[in-house]
């Protein structure tokens, strides 16, 4: 199979999975939501950096090291298991001692139970990392979306019925620990890897060289990540917290499950061509380019209905949340090609460039929290858009490095996109005013916001038009074979 074509599946079961799962999640989301209070989004948003930094602490960077490392064996993968599963009983551990601590930081006793009961998770997760590797050495997305489409289906019923039932935080964890526990079940039923008795020194030190910069990196990151719900459950109440919380997590639905394919898709398939520049370079450069192509104008367009889409789906006991989701929606339109820079590194094996290019933002960030933090939660949210873009020139600067494809070329083969996409935003805003109704705006909006984007990539000639092409010649094809 060629490589575009490898590329081509790979991001079609990704995205047909991503799709799904978030499309799924994103009801239940949208139900449990008109049933939970913010407060109880806030209470779970208070532990999310600790589950955060634990999930990061078993996988140990393991997982992309088993991905980049040539001709694994059964030893090798063997070692990974044991010791992620050594790794995630000692976290239990020291969560479970230090919920006190926690709940002290936050001055919320409820906060004891709920961080040892969520911690469980991590225990059950630590058993598929390696199934999740081999899937991705793979290149395997087929068995993945099956397994994780049928586990946020069961996990959604579950926090549904809890919800329904005046649960309240509880019908969220029910929901997160069911579907850490329906994932490995399925994983283990469907993955034909089983661990060995062997444990290798050799192997381990070897990966924990890469890995570590990996767990380092994303240590760092996730921190950096979560100080704004640190900080804002710190500082603010919990129901300003929750707001942020919900906030948050629909800018991810569409950014981050992006991101996930990208990153999922991209990783094995530059670390196949790492040693051919050439090729290495042109297919990195594509990449990019269709993904500005596909985020900018999603990420614009929930920007510009966020405020009927809060209306229609969540009710007016969350439109405070509106102006923190618009410019979250703005900030993580950054995140994914962000990513794709630094998945670059790693694929060429230099995680410890990775790792400077991480530490190299602190700076920009502690700078912004201390000028925002005392303004309230919509100053934080708007310095972090700031910080994003600014650490999107961070992030592309080693690729300028490396490959001669910094951020100033990035953005110059991205021009007409942008441009596309504010064309898209102006003709979709002015639309939106002739109507009052929420559901009226947001079924104009989505109607001229497609007809005006692709209208303006056709009259600017923009390239990735022709990969929209390939894609739907690939579908038709098939469904002519079928």
Known sequence: MSLKNKAFKGFAWNSLESLVVKGVSFIISILVAR???????????????????????????????????????????STVFYFNFLVSILIY???????????????????????????????????????????????????????????????????????????????LVGQNLSLALATTLLMWVNGKWRPS???????????????SKILAAGLY???????????????????ALGYYTRANTLAEMSS?????????VTFPLLTSIQHDRDKLLSVYSRMLSMTAFIIFPCMTLFAIIAEPFIRLFLTDKWLPATALLQWLCLAKMFMPISSLNLNLLNAVGRSDLFLKTDLSK???????????LPMGTQAVVIGSFVITVISYFINAFPSGLL???????????????????????GCTYASMRFFDAPL???????????????????????????????????????????
């Open 35 to 77: 049933l939970v209070s913010p407060e109880a989004y806030g209470l779970i948003g208070m532990l999310t950096v600790f589950l955060s930094v634990s999930t990061l602490f078993i996988e140990g960077g393991f997982s992309k090291a088993l991905v980049q490392r040539k001709d694994c064996t059964q030893t090798d993968f």
């Open 93 to 171: 551990i020291v969560l479970f001692f230090s919920a006190p601590f926690i709940a002290a930081f936050y001055n919320t006793p409820d906060l004891i139970l709920l961080t040892r009961v969520m911690g469980l998770q991590f225990i059950i997760a630590a058993l598929i990392v390696v199934q999740k590797a081999k899937l991705l050495i793979d290149i395997d997305f087929k068995t993945q979306a099956r397994i994780n489409i049928l586990a946020v289906l069961i996990s959604g019923a579950v926090g549904l019925y809890m919800a329904y039932s005046n649960y309240g935080v509880w019908a």
């Open 197 to 211: 008795w062997d444990f290798s020194t050799q192997a381990f030190r070897e990966m924990f060289g890469f890995g």
């Open 221 to 239: 990151s996730t921190i950096l990540t979560n100080i704004y719900t640190i900080v804002i459950g710190k500082w603010y109440q919990s129901k």
């Open 256 to 264: 981050g499950t992006l991101n996930i394919i990208i990153t999922n």
């Open 362 to 372: 602190l700076p920009v960030i502690v700078i912004g929290m201390i000028i925002t």
């Open 403 to 425: 490959f001669g494809y910094g951020p100033i070329k990035q953005l110059k083969d991205c021009y007409k996109i942008l441009l596309s996409t504010l064309i898209m935003a």
């Open 440 to 482: 009226l705006q947001l079924i104009t909006a989505m109607i001229v916001a497609l007809i005006s984007y692709l209208g303006a990539a056709i009259t600017l000639r923009v390239k990735e038009m022709n990969e929209l092409k390939y894609a739907a010649n690939k579908i038709m094809t098939k469904k002519k074979r079928l």
